[in-house]
Nanobody, 118 residues
């Protein structure tokens, strides 16, 4: 099983990015995104159920970030709008067969770096 994240980069505050994470080896009920800023602990960003009907977001990104998935491509996306310098972090995708309300993920991608300049 592999999770391959991509799409990170350098963007100015107020800009947008779309992250992608392609899974291989199996499909997953729940896929999510986490991030870790320099000197901080990893934090939850967003999660989505298999059907896409259930999504969860951290309060800090609600209204700005949108998680989606394409099961035919076994890929999850994170559309990030109105980016702020405090969104700067390494973003990791994760996956599990547990319910979307879970806090436990079993598989992790390698991370993609997002830098938001002020």
């Amino acid at each position: 099983v592999q999770l391959q994240a991509s799409g990170g980069g350098l963007v100015q505050a107020g800009g947008s990015l779309r992250l992608s994470c392609a899974a291989s080896g199996r499909t997953f009920n729940t896929m999510g995104w986490f991030r870790q800023a320099p000197g901080k602990e990893r934090e939850f960003v967003a999660a989505i159920s298999w059907s896409g009907s259930s999504t969860y977001y951290a309060d800090s990104v609600k209204g700005r970030f949108t998680i989606s998935r394409d099961n035919a491509k076994n890929t999850v996306y994170l559309r990030m709008n109105s980016l702020k310098p405090e969104d700067t972090a390494v973003y990791y995708c994760a996956a599990t067969m547990r319910s979307v309300s879970t806090a436990r993920y079993d598989y992790w991608g390698q991370g993609t770096e997002v830098t938001v300049s002020s």
